[in-house]
């Protein structure tokens, strides 16, 4: 019965754009599988709007598109369109479809361009944590927007909040049974989805925006990696530091004003778009 509501509720954006309605749209399909759908926060103001696309965290295992509407309620008063993508989780699929899914939402937007009132000609992905790597992967490796139709030059900017940039070193450093179960247990796992490995292959450049928290030594530790190979490559990158606050707290108080995640976010955006 729910899968049914998701259609209708695609049916209804399809006669009315989001932008006009000014309302958030729930629960929209991008593709057949009942993971497969996106929440859509439209900016304020005359469109047509600049679009960043979010991925929840969760470690691949778990997690909710529905975190995303503190995102999209912090940057759509600036002009941003926001819409926050379920994917399908581990152990349905694997990180490869995982991100299979993440680039055809992109595809499945950018094609309905004129209906959530965004601009097609260039977009931003955001993620935290699982979610991070998922959006620093779209930005490195760029095989999986190109096998969806998406042209990767098209992609502005990445915004990472808490993401593992190199599996090997974080499965090395902090090992655990469930992050072998995600990531495999062979190196060559571990370089097929590390964005510090697949950056070497970068054809289009984003600009990198990366915040990170400083209370939990892996996401430091990932966050310092990350951001010396891409200064290294001659990459544009960013980055902030949100003194004393949890992994969690780092998307969950994105919109507090007395945080720096959301400022930053947004001045990195300008820059990029």
């Known amino acids: 019965m729910r899968r049914r509501g998701a259609w209708l509720a695609c049916f209804a954006w399809l006669l009315l754009p989001c932008g006009a309605a000014g309302a958030r749209q729930l629960d929209i399909p991008y593709g057949s599988d009942p993971a497969q759908t996106l929440d859509f926060y439209p900016g304020q103001g005359p469109g047509p709007h600049r679009l960043i696309v979010f991925f929840h965290g969760g470690g691949w295992t778990g997690g909710q598109k529905g975190v995303g509407r503190i995102i999209g309620y912090a940057l759509n008063p600036a002009g ?3 819409a926050s993508v ?5 152990p349905r699929t694997d990180i490869a479809g995982a991100m299979g ?3 055809h939402a992109i595809a499945f937007l950018i094609a309905h361009a004129k209906e959530f009132d965004i601009d097609p000609a260039h977009f931003a992905v955001m993620g935290h944590s699982s979610g991070a790597t998922m959006a620093a992967l779209l930005g490195t490796d760029q095989s999986y927007l190109k096998q969806a139709g998406v ?5 502005a900017a990445v915004v990472v909040l808490d993401g593992v940039f190199d599996l090997q070193a974080n499965v090395e450093h902090f090992p655990s049974r469930q992050r072998e179960q995600v990531f495999g247990t062979t190196e060559q796992g571990w370089l097929r989805f590390s964005p510090i490995v697949r950056m070497h292959e970068m054809q289009a450049h984003p600009r990198f925006c990366v915040a990170h928290e400083d209370s939990n030594p892996r996401f430091v530790e990932q966050e310092a ?3 010396a190979a891409l200064k290294k490559q001659g990459e544009a990158v960013e980055t902030v530091t949100a003194h004393g606050l949890t992994h969690g707290q780092l998307v969950r108080e994105f919109d507090d004003q007395r945080q720096p995640m959301a400022g930053f976010a947004m001045a990195c955006l300008k820059r990029a778009f």
């Open 151 to 155: 042209d990767p030059h098209l992609l």
């Open 80 to 82: 941003y369109s926001v």
């Open 225 to 227: 990696l990350f951001e």
């Open 86 to 90: 379920e994917y399908r989780l581990i």
């Open 101 to 103: 899914d993440a680039a």
